[in-house]
C-alpha cells in the first residue's frame, strides 16, 4: 500500500534519513521502533508530504506520490495524524471533527456563513459522520466541550477519529500512547484493531514495547535513518543488532 524507497533527508550536515526503504502491506499494523534520533518522525513526515526528501521515492498503491502535497496525499486515502494543537483546543471536539472534513473538502471556512442548502446538506452529514465515529470511542458525550478539556487519551482518540474523517486507507501514527493512561491505552489499542478488521491499514511509530508485540506485525527497527531489520516481534526482540543500536544510544 505504502513503500518507501531509498529515502534520504539531511538537516544542517546530519542525515536524518539515510537510504530509509520500507513497505506497509495492506490491513497491517506495521510497527516502527528505533531508538530516538533514529528518523522515525522525519520518516512519517516525508510519508505524509511535510518535508521532501532529498532523493529516494514514496510510492502509494505502487505510484510515486512525491509530488502531491500532504493535504493531497489525504486526499487519496494517506493520512498522517496531528497533535490536537492549542488553538485546536479550544475548539470543541465536534468542531475539530468538521474542521478536519472540511479541509479535506479544500473548503475554506468562511463559506460555512453564506450557507446555501447543498452545503447545509453537506454539513449535516458531516455532523452524522462525526457523530457515528465519536459514538465509537465514547466521545460523543463531550462533543461540545473543548478538546483541551479531554484526557491525553481521549485527545488520542479524538486525533485518529479526526483522521477517519478523512476516510482514509493508512493512518500514520506517532507515538499514539505517549502520555496515555494504562486504561486508556488499552482502549486506544482496541480502537486501532477494530479498524484494522474493518480494512483500515496502520503504521505505528512506538515506544511501547507491549502496545507493539499486541498489535503490530511486521515491526521495523530504525536506527541511523534506515532499516536495520523487519521481522515478528519475537524475530527483533531477539536481534543482536537491534540491542547494539538500543544500547548504542543510551550508553
Ligand atoms: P525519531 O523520531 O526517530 O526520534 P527524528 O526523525 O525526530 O527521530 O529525528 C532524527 C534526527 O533528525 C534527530 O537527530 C533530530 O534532531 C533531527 N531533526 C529532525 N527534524 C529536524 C528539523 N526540522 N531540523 C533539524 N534537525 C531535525
Ligand atoms: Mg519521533
Known amino acids: ?3 518507501a524507497a531509498e529515502l534520504t533527508k ?3 550536515g546530519f542525515q536524518a534519513l539515510a537510504g530509509c526503504s520500507l513497505e506497509i502491506a495492506p490491513q497491517t499494523i506495521t510497527g516502527i521502533i528505533g ?5 522515525k518522525s522525519t520518516l512519517f513526515n516525508v510519508l505524509g508530504g511535510l518535508l521532501a526528501p532529498e532523493s529516494g521515492d514514496v510510492l502509494f498503491e505502487g505510484r510515486s506520490i512525491l509530488g502531491l502535497r500532504a ?3 489525504a486526499r487519496i486515502g494517506l493520512v498522517r495524524t496531528f497533535q490536537i494543537s492549542r488553538e485546536l483546543g479550544e475548539l470543541t471536539v465536534l468542531e475539530n471533527m468538521l474542521l478536519a472534513s472540511r479541509q479535506q473538502d479544500g473548503e475554506a471556512v468562511w463559506r460555512t456563513f453564506f450557507t446555501p442548502a447543498h452545503v447545509r446538506a453537506q454539513e449535516r452529514a458531516a455532523i452524522a459522520k462525526a457523530r457515528a465515529l465519536l459514538e465509537q470511542v465514547a466521545l460523543w458525550s463531550h462533543a461540545n466541550e473543548p478538546a483541551k478539556n479531554l484526557s491525553g487519551g481521549q485527545k488520542k482518540l479524538l486525533e485518529i477519529s479526526r483522521a477517519l474523517m478523512l476516510e482514509p486507507k493508512i493512518i500514520l501514527l506517532d507515538e499514539p500512547t505517549s502520555g496515555v493512561s494504562p486504561a486508556m491505552t488499552e482502549a486506544l489499542g482496541k480502537a486501532i484493531l477494530q479498524l484494522r478488521d474493518r480494512g483500515v491499514t496502520f503504521a505505528i511509530i512506538e ?10 506485525a511486521p515491526i521495523y527497527v530504525l536506527a541511523g535513518g534506515r532499516t536495520l531489520i523487519r521481522g515478528s516481534f519475537r524475530e527483533v526482540a531477539s536481534n543482536e543488532e537491534v540491542m547494539k543500536a538500543y544500547l548504542g544510544k543510551a550508553a
Do not use: T, W
Request: hydrophobic share 40%; net charge negative; glycine share 12%.
Open 207 to 216: 515506544h511501547d514495547m507491549d502496545v507493539i508485540a499486541r498489535l503490530c
Open 71 to 73: 493535504d493531497e496525499r
Open 10 to 12: 539531511s538537516f544542517g
Open 35 to 39: 531508538p530516538n534520533g533514529a528518523g
Open 1 to 3: 500500500m505504502l513503500a
